[in-house]
Nanobody, 128 residues
């Protein structure tokens, strides 16, 4: 089992940047495909970005392509979400998620149902 702790959220003006971090417990972080999701008030949780366990493959939702970048540092048990050119519609609670894989894989996952573990979330607020 893995525990995930997000940080880096906050209040930022439109056009600004933030970098979210998600630190995982345990010694098997490299066995997990990771993802970022977000949930705005009154809306369903939506996919933002995903990265394979080997970090060779990444995928972003259309709404954040060209602005957000997901990356990981397996030596630090951490996955990042660099968010640039933020817009008010990016305001949400951001969650990181992990999917345990028992085999070497370059797959990434875009559905919340495909993830096994979730962090508690970090609030991102973008003012206009």
């Amino acid at each position: 089992q893995v525990q995930l702790v997000e940080s880096g959220g906050g209040l930022v003006q439109a056009g600004g940047s933030l970098r979210l971090s998600c630190v995982a417990s345990g010694r098997t972080f490299g066995s997990y495909a990771m993802g970022w999701f977000r949930q705005a008030p009154g809306k369903e949780r939506e996919f933002v970005a995903a990265i394979s366990r080997s970090d060779s493959n990444t995928y972003n939702a259309d709404s954040v392509k060209g602005r957000f970048t997901i990356s990981r540092d397996n030596a630090k048990n951490t996955v990042y979400l660099q968010m640039n050119s933020l817009k008010p519609e990016d305001t949400a609670v951001y969650y990181c998620a992990a999917r345990r894989l028992s085999y070497v894989s370059t797959d990434y996952y875009t559905s919340a149902a495909e993830y096994d573990y979730w962090g508690q979330g970090t609030q991102v607020t973008v003012s206009s």
